[in-house]
């Protein structure tokens, strides 16, 4: 690094140095020149945008947490850039805008409840709320927690709210201390932090994709509000009791990039084989729209797993295990959703052809990951894994 390379070019000389002046005059210039090179090449802390929810922060020591890495191809519209490095990965809560741990090395660690850590320099802690759709998404499955990170760098307290509902008067006191609150583009957030800076997340990003959702962009939002700084970077220096009211607004990662045409072109076929399907109900012609978006984004399970949800309705159960057992193994990241959806697929084909064992892997899967299944399914996996075990 820089600095080791300035000691010595500050040390190899000192020979000649300590010959002509005297030891005492020598350690006072040793201690200036120290101070001076340490202000010069100490870090300082970061806040790194990449986009949607992800953030990076970074200590001066170099120490990286990233908070909510999103999943690549899941309407976002726009990658995320998998050789980004971290020291942890903390996720507020299971959903495929949030959690794309899967980018990062098995020796990463991985944060979703809550507690307190510390990785190097860096302190965190999460507290138990829910997800501000908690009631709609209860009724499905367990998917509904949010755990708010608290993440303290140098002395600066960061809170990402994650998907939170409106934060409670308990968890606004919780978050008392904090300098910067990472929320949601509303005012019902917003008037809540008004003696903190509020760092807007979670809209849509024009700028790096044509590709819309159920969002929309900050512009909207920000309009009327006094003390925006639009930021010309994705990258921040926090400073404890930043200006109190001030919204942040950074531009999102250079590293991003925008969906390929070929996954857009995959999409349009997978509408396109839905929509044959309805009219038809003739499988062969609506599978061939999946195998078209298979040949398109290989790489993605989206073409398998609509393939399979047709041949399911017409319980083509070999067909469909090939489909996904192939699937499983040709594609490198699988979003919690889709892989929820696509096991209990699998488990009631196995369990339709006679392959008890394997159904029941499938179920034992589903029942494992409580929380990311929907609540039929998370029934339907305890009644096989209940009846397979007393079988033995
Ligand atoms: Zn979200």
Redesign the pocket.
């Known amino acids: 690094m820089n600095y080791l390379y300035a000691l010595s070019m500050i040390f190899i000389p000192l020979p000649i140095f300590i010959k002509k002046i005297k030891m005492k005059r020598f350690l006072s210039v040793l201690v200036l020149v120290l101070t001076l090179s340490s202000s010069l090449f100490a870090q300082t802390p970061k806040i790194e945008y990449i986009a949607h929810?992800a953030f990076i922060l970074e200590s001066s020591q170099g120490t990286r947490v990233i908070i909510d890495p999103y999943h690549s191809y899941k309407q976002m519209g726009f990658t995320f850039p998998e050789a980004i490095a971290a020291d942890a990965v903390l996720i507020t809560h299971p959903?495929y805008?949030?959690d794309g741990s899967q980018y990062f090395s098995k020796n990463t660690p991985i944060y979703r409840d809550v507690g307190r850590y510390q990785i190097n320099d860096i302190q965190f802690y999460g507290i138990s709320s829910k997800h501000s759709f908690a009631e709609q998404i209860g009724k499905s499955g367990n998917q509904n927690y949010n755990t708010i990170w608290v993440v303290e760098l140098d002395g600066v307290r960061i809170a990402h709210l994650g998907?939170n509902g409106v934060p409670s008067a308990e968890e606004v006191s919780l978050l008392q201390d904090v300098d910067y609150i990472i929320g949601h583009p509303q005012d019902a957030y917003y008037s809540l932090f008004t003696d903190k800076t509020y760092i807007p997340n979670?809209y849509l990003l024009p700028e790096v994709t044509k590709h819309t959702n159920w969002m929309k962009p900050v512009a909207g939002w920000l309009e009327g509000k006094s003390d925006v700084s639009k930021l010309e970077s994705n990258s921040y220096t926090p400073t404890v009791k930043d200006t109190a009211g001030k919204i942040l607004v950074f531009q999102p990662s250079p590293l991003v990039q925008e969906w390929s045409q070929d996954y857009y072109d995959a999409l349009a076929a997978i509408s396109a084989g839905y929509a044959s399907y309805k009219e038809t109900e003739n499988l062969e012609e609506a599978v061939a729209f999946m195998d078209k978006a298979i040949t398109l984004a290989p790489f993605v399970m989206d073409g398998y797993y609509s393939k399979a949800v047709l041949l399911s309705r017409k319980q083509e159960n070999t067909k469909l295990i090939s489909v996904l057992e192939h699937a499983f193994s040709a594609v490198p990241d699988v979003d919690w959703g889709t892989e929820a959806k696509a096991r209990i697929l699998l488990a009631r084909a196995y369990a339709a052809t006679a392959n008890t064992t394997l159904a029941y892997n499938h179920y034992r899967w589903l029942h494992r990951h409580q929380r990311i299944a929907n609540t039929n399914d998370l029934k339907e996996a305890q009644e096989y894994i209940t009846t397979f075990e007393a079988k033995d």
């Open positions: 929810a959903h805008d949030h998907d979670h």
